[in-house]
């Protein structure tokens, strides 16, 4: 008898083993492969901040430190810059700083909006949207803010731009068919393509960095969902199905994770979410309001 429950015991210690060292293989996973999250926290001084952290949420380090709302960090490609916007003088402009907070640098001057910055793959040119000439429009420029060019010319407002890593396309979305869809186009602004066909507001294109989908924000059902499509715009899941608002999602750079945030608790946080939907974590648990996470490139 005694014999009869101690193999149990044994099978059921085994059992409980293979389960935490489940839990933690997947944990470590996101911890090593995708290195780290910028986001943007609006904390007691009232303005935001840009902030990162690990990508399984420890480690949290504030990089700015100013009096103004500063939002949208996006990584260079090679990990040791961050652009982003700052709302200076009553309109954002955009600033881009070191990886660690050191050496800000002030990329546009004008008294328009200027804002959602995203790197080319290579690194030398940054495209944004701005409402300087009367309506929203996307723009680039070289990484030090010269060399401005406009990309998109149309009555609508285009917003979001979001470079691919892999073949050089912009992904943006537009009001241009009525609704909001999203649609990519060459870096130069040619050979603009839609791929969302739906009566929904769809906003915040994201490219995995593999190139092969685009995750986005859809409005269904009374509030937003992620979802992602292949990069064609066919293979259109939902991810996320809560009657909270999920936000702004960003891509490990392994392209197996998505972080995104979500207000379902009193002040908002940052989630991660496995491309198949399963296995969502959240990594922020504070008091306030944490949003807009960018995934690191992968880092050694
Ligand atoms: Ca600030
Ligand atoms: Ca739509
Ligand atoms: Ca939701
Ligand atoms: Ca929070």
Not at 9 to 37: G, N
Request: charged share 25%.
């Amino acid at each position: 008898m005694n014999k009869k429950i101690s193999l149990l015991t044994l099978i059921a210690i085994i059992l409980l083993t293979i389960i935490s060292a489940c839990r933690k293989s997947s944990q470590y996973k996101i911890q090593t492969t995708s290195c780290q999250i910028a986001f943007v926290s609006k904390r007691d001084d009232g303005d935001s901040e840009i902030h990162v952290m690990n990508a399984d949420g420890s480690n949290e380090e504030q990089l700015t430190s100013n009096r103004w709302f500063d939002n949208s960090p996006a990584w260079s490609p090679d990990g040791a810059r961050i652009a982003y916007a700052s709302y200076r003088d009553e309109d954002n402009k955009i600033f881009v700083m070191n990886a660690d907070g050191s050496n800000e640098q002030q990329l546009t001057f004008n008294e328009w909006d200027n804002y959602l910055p995203t790197w080319s793959p290579d690194g030398a040119r940054i495209a944004f949207y701005s409402n300087r000439d009367g309506v929203i429009e996307i723009y680039v420029m070289d990484a030090d803010g010269s060399n401005e060019q406009r990309l998109t010319f149309n009555d609508w407002s285009d917003y979001s731009p979001n470079w691919s890593l892999t073949d050089a396309r912009i992904a943006f979305y537009s009001d241009r068919d009525g609704d909001y869809e999203i649609y990519v186009m060459d870096a130069n602004g040619s050979n603009v393509q839609q791929l969302t066909f739906n009566d929904r507001i769809d906003t915040s294109p994201s490219w995995s960095p593999d190139g092969a989908q685009i995750a986005f924000i859809s409005y269904i059902d009374g509030d937003d969902e992620i979802f992602i499509m292949d990069a064609d715009g066919g293979n259109v899941q939902q991810l996320t199905f809560n009657e909270w608002d999920d936000s702004s999602p960003s891509w490990s750079a392994d392209s197996n994770w998505i972080a995104f945030y979500s207000e379902r608790d009193e002040d908002t946080e940052i989630y991660v979410i496995n491309a198949d939907g399963g296995n969502e974590q959240q990594l922020t648990f504070n008091d306030w309001y944490d949003t807009a996470p960018a995934w690191s490139p992968p880092c050694n």
